[in-house]
């Protein structure tokens, strides 16, 4: 038994109002994390500061009453905790030293990934406490892929050429880094587990830009990796798969990684989603960011359309991507209002 209702979505139970929290809870659309943002100077400071990154996950928990918290961090910390340096330039996104074929892949390592990230966990333990006690706590980490994509781009790219050069070139190579990957994951969704966490999410953001073969062996295997290590060390923590883009494929995502529940995008059609994966495993998702962006009597219709479609199997409210920074706060307060009502 468990008190809290989004975490009780994974035992086949149905909550009184429908469970939410939304991707990227936490942010810049918030003036407090503004503040915070400010005061710890670069980014992974705040990442990498308990007392920081404690405060601005609670923030969005105190303000919206969310059903759930999501640890702030973010998916570079693995490859900076691997060995490869991340930084975040003001306005322009991650930046790293990209990988490349031949560059020695043996120079990272999982040795160093838990003292390294030792301020993180300090600050799931931290959040662990300071949570109301029906409030779930949620974990994260990034797919080994969209992972990869960044280690080998050094930020974010449009057509993804190196890390796909890379990967019909180089299978092999390739398939060393994504190894590697897996493993700092495997650690890293560990390490919060023990610290507190109730539940982990995979976000695969890149993982539907990849052709059918391709999807199976870099999105598919390794998250069956993860899935399979975690579960055989919890097997009660619920662990939800993003893949987001991946169309039709979300069928095969879900038949084959293991995980207990997926995340929708905008683009999964609802009824389709019922029909070929509410029947399988949890369905959380997938209102358009730039609805809660604009807001008003559009935000609410669409609110209930998803309510109405997905409402009668196990189902998590949430978007479809995280909150743009753009947002209003109200809107996002209102969303939260519209489900619960509507619920
Ligand atoms: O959801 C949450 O509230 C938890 C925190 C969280 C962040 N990033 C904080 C963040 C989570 C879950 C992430 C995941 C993440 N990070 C993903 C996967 C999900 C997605 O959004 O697609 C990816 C691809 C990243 C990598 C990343 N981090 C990029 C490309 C950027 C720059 C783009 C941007 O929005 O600025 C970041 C920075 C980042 N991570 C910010 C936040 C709040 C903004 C940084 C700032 O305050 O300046």
Redesign the pocket.
């Known amino acids: 038994m468990t008190n809290k209702p989004l975490l009780s979505v994974f035992k086949g139970e149905t909550p009184k109002r429908t469970p939410v929290w939304?991707?990227?809870?936490?942010?810049?659309y918030l003036p407090e994390?503004r503040a915070v943002?400010e005061q710890a100077g670069g980014?992974l400071n705040?990442c990498y500061t308990p007392e920081f990154a404690v405060e601005v996950?609670l923030q969005?928990i105190r303000r919206f009453g969310f059903d759930a918290a999501?640890?702030?961090?973010?998916?570079?910390v693995v490859p900076d905790a691997l060995g490869q340096q991340v930084g975040?330039v003001?306005g322009e996104?991650?930046k790293l030293d990209p990988l490349d074929c031949g560059s020695d892949i043996a120079k990272l390592s999982v040795d160093w990934l838990r003292s390294r990230l030792e301020p993180v966990y300090d600050a799931v333990g931290q959040i662990r406490q300071a949570l109301p006690e029906e409030t779930t706590f949620i974990g994260?980490a990034?797919a080994p892929w969209?992972v990869a994509t960044?280690m080998v781009e050094g930020?974010?790219s449009r057509d993804f050429l190196n890390t796909k050069a890379w990967m019909y070139r180089d299978p092999d190579t390739f398939q060393a880094l994504v190894d590697i990957i897996v493993e700092g994951t495997i650690e890293h969704l560990t390490a919060q587990i023990e610290a507190g966490v109730d539940m982990v999410?995979i976000?695969d953001?890149?993982g539907g830009i990849l052709p059918e073969p391709a999807f199976a062996r870099w999105v598919i295997e390794p998250t069956a990796k993860i899935v399979s290590a975690l579960k055989q060390k919890f097997p009660e923590t619920p662990i939800v798969g993003?893949p987001?883009g991946a169309g039709v494929s979300y069928i095969t995502y879900v038949q084959q990684t293991g995980v207990d529940g997926v995340s929708l995008d905008q683009a999964v059609p609802l009824k389709w989603a019922a029909e070929n994966l509410q029947d399988k495993v949890v369905v959380q998702g997938n209102l358009d960011p730039q609805r809660l962006y604009v807001g008003g009597d559009g935000l609410k219709q669409d609110v209930n359309r998803i309510l109405t479609e997905l409402g009668n199997g196990p189902f998590i409210f949430n978007l479809g991507?995280?909150?743009m920074?753009e947002t209003d706060p109200d809107n996002v307060a209102a969303l939260v209002r519209a489900v619960h009502q509507g619920s």
């Not at 939304?22 to 810049?28: D, E, P, S, V």
């Not at 999501?70 to 570079?76: A, C, E, Q, V, W």
């Open positions: 939304l991707m990227r809870q936490a942010g810049r994390y943002r980014f705040l996950t969005p999501i640890l702030f961090s973010d998916i570079l975040f003001e996104g991650p994260f990034g969209t960044y930020g974010s999410q976000f953001t890149w993003f987001r991507h995280g909150v920074k």
